[in-house]
């Protein structure tokens, strides 16, 4: 989860999206974005998925015991390791992505740095 940080040699030559946004107050352009809930959902939905992941894979395991004790101690070992990291990646995906959702949405995700205000992307 990290976050890209553009320094001084960063040009915005692209004709990108560029919605920086001005603080309605002040109107300065020396706004930080919190992410507060985008952080902490990536984090809660990594924790969440590898648990959930992990949950699965022993699931998996009590089927594998049908099929006798060295398929189940080989699928539990794979399939912990590997339901626990696509769990955990997916989960804080979707995490960040629900988090990013509440951001913009709910939080005052903006900071002006210039006179403290805080607002949201959109007019709430
Ligand atoms: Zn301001």
Redesign the pocket.
């Known amino acids: 989860m990290n976050e890209l940080q553009f320094g001084s040699e960063w040009h915005d030559d692209n004709d990108v999206m560029d919605v920086t946004p001005h603080?309605p107050?002040?109107?300065?352009a020396s706004i930080e974005t919190r992410n507060l809930a985008r952080r902490f959902g990536g984090a809660i939905g990594a924790i969440a998925g590898t648990t959930s992941g992990v949950a699965l894979a022993l699931t998996g395991a009590e089927i594998g015991l049908l099929a006798g004790p060295v398929g189940a101690m080989f699928g539990a070992a794979a399939g912990v390791v590997i339901d626990g990291i696509i769990g955990g990646a997916t989960g804080c995906a979707a995490g960040s992505r629900l988090g990013a959702a509440i951001d913009q949405n709910i939080l005052h995700n903006h900071h002006?740095r210039?006179?403290?205000?805080t607002f949201s992307d959109k007019p709430s």
Do not use: E, I
Request: net charge positive.
């Open positions: 603080c107050k002040c109107r300065s002006c210039s006179c403290g205000y």
